[in-house]
């Protein structure tokens, strides 16, 4: 008797957690649908966050460094890193008033 109720209980259980294991991969489906139907409305009423002008500086301030000319501002030194030029591109930019997003603080 014993051995027939323990098989009965772990039939049982089985059914219950591939039950809960089903309905929790419709659930997430449906809010991965959700998920993704607002990211794509969302796109397509985005709009440009760096103008084309301040694309036009960072190209510039790029082949300065790379040809060796682009200098840093205090010390005078040349700018090796590709993020420093980028980061004094955009700085440029912002003066020159393109649009750019403000710098993190």
Known sequence: MATKKAAKKSVNKATKKSAKKTAK???VKKVAKKVTAKKTAAKKASTRKYSPAAG???ETEMREM???KLKSGR???KVTNPKQA???ALS???KK???VPAKKS
Request: net charge positive; hydrophobic share 30%.
């Open 25 to 27: 991969k419709s659930s």
């Open 66 to 68: 790379k040809a060796g």
């Open 97 to 99: 008033g393109a649009k």
């Open 75 to 77: 010390s005078g030194k």
């Open 86 to 88: 980028t980061a004094i």
């Open 56 to 58: 036009k500086q960072v």
């Open 92 to 94: 440029e930019a912002r």
